[in-house]
């Protein structure tokens, strides 16, 4: 018998919001190896909010929605980010319950789940504990965004075997399982003892190329999925009682009559109950007055959408995915619809160069000018993305912990300017009933 556990790891970050956020890969990778008869694999969320380890502290800090704080505690800073006026943090369950976890199990193979590049130093303390509770004789396999974009720097932080992209058919190879590319694999959401929300995809990729995001990468080629299966998860755990759904749909709208429409119309049909919610921007230029009437039938609750900038040169330059005009039909498309104000919210960047402190002025004036929220999207320069690389050599970034989107913007910006857009779009938010 083959042991293993698959980890998702503690995050230190200054700050870090449950915004839907759960270890999509991680939850399908371990039911992929759960199908192994051979294989006894055991599964460890750090970041799980309602762990018996953490008490009532999850349900104490949630919204209707499903979101809420994560348990953290404070720790000294780097010294890289020290002139960050914020207080840094460990956010996860405390590691020793993670000790007693693998020395009962003592797995042979410790795969673990990498996020955001800027968040190495959680998946570092997860190596090292494995390798010094268990002994250098056990496998650490990593994969997620950080070994895609970065499997070098993976590797040097301890890791045996660092997966690019899709994990299934390496995976296979190693644990010696069948693995059908055409299959989609769902998570395993029944491994958390309660669950305020899932979340689900009904296409994989982007077909955009925009300069500062790595989409592409982690998902070379955009597809659709199989929506009825989608519709199947659904139906399934609203029935015991989980009552919203995100969408982690890169491109949710394109193609649209081959995902999204026929799986509303089947949630409309079936009469399942949820809200749901599009934490990824949605593509406003294919919102119309048919899709967003559809969505409001269907339980859509949140609506999130790109905006990025009401400058129009560089809205081409960030990939002319929508004008300001367009944009405004979409929010005019959705109220009409019946969606209400204080519940749609636009994505403006904040902290990305070039962009100056008037730009991100005039783009929060405008939304709210429309009667919906802004959401400041601080920007990350992300390494392999040609602005992510044009930024970071421009500012000599020498650590991926500058790159942090809490931390990057006061390099670009400065921290007063920074203060002022964020206390304005507080303020002007502040206004939306």
């Not at 039911?31 to 502290?57: A, C, M, T």
């Not at 070098?152 to 899709?166: M, N, P, R, S, Y």
């Not at 008037?358 to 392999?384: C, D, Q």
């Amino acid at each position: 018998m083959v042991k293993a556990i698959v980890v998702n790891p503690p995050v230190y970050d200054f700050t870090l919001y449950d915004f839907w956020l759960k270890p999509y890969g991680a939850l399908r990778v371990y039911r992929f190896l759960k199908q192994g008869k051979h294989i006894e694999v055991d599964f460890f969320d750090f970041l799980d909010r309602y762990s018996p380890y953490v008490g009532s502290y999850g349900f104490k800090y949630t919204d209707d929605f499903g979101r809420g704080k994560f348990i953290g505690t404070e720790v000294e800073k780097p010294e890289v980010l020290s002139f960050v006026k914020r207080k840094y943090r460990r956010f996860g369950i405390p590691v020793e319950h993670y000790v007693e976890k693998i020395k009962n199990l003592k797995p042979e193979f410790v795969l673990i789940y990498t996020g955001m590049t800027y968040w190495y130093p959680g998946i570092k303390e997860v190596i090292e504990i494995s390798k010094r509770v268990l002994g250098d004789q056990v496998k650490i396999i990593t994969g997620g965004v950080l070994s895609t974009l970065l499997p070098d720097f993976v590797k040097q932080l301890g890791a045996d075997i660092v997966i690019q992209g899709d994990a299934f058919e390496i995976l296979a190879g190693i644990f010696d399982l069948e693995f059908d590319a055409s299959s989609y694999i769902f998570p395993c959401w029944s491994l958390y003892r309660f669950l305020p929300y899932i979340v689900i995809r009904l296409t994989e990729g982007c077909p955009f190329r925009c300069p500062y995001c790595a989409s592409y990468i982690l998902k070379p080629a955009f597809r659709v999925l199989d929506f009825e299966k989608s519709v199947y998860e659904i139906e399934r755990w609203s029935t015991i009682g989980v009552k919203n759904v995100a969408f982690y749909d890169d491109a949710l709208l394109v193609r649209k009559k081959e995902a999204l429409i026929p799986f509303l119309e089947q949630v409309i049909r079936k009469k399942i109950k949820v809200n749901f919610h599009t934490p990824n921007a949605l593509h406003a230029r294919f919102i119309d007055e048919e899709i967003a009437v559809l969505m409001k039938k269907a339980g859509f609750k949140t609506i999130y959408l790109g905006f990025e900038t009401i400058n129009e040169k560089k809205q081409k330059e960030l990939g002319g995915k929508v004008y300001t005009g367009e944009f405004d039909r979409a929010v005019n498309a959705l109220l009409k619809a019946g969606f209400e104000r204080k519940n749609i919210t636009a994505y403006v960047f904040l902290g990305l160069p070039g962009m100056d402190e008037k730009e991100v002025e005039e783009a929060i004036y405008h939304v709210n000018s429309l009667g919906i929220k802004v959401m400041l999207s601080e920007f990350s320069p992300i390494p392999r993305t040609p602005l992510g690389d044009k930024v970071i050599k421009e500012f000599r970034i020498n650590d991926l912990l500058l790159t942090n989107c809490s931390v990057f913007p006061l390099l670009s910006m400065g921290y007063d300017k920074v203060q002022y857009l964020k206390s304005l779009k507080n303020r002007l938010n502040a206004e939306i009933q």
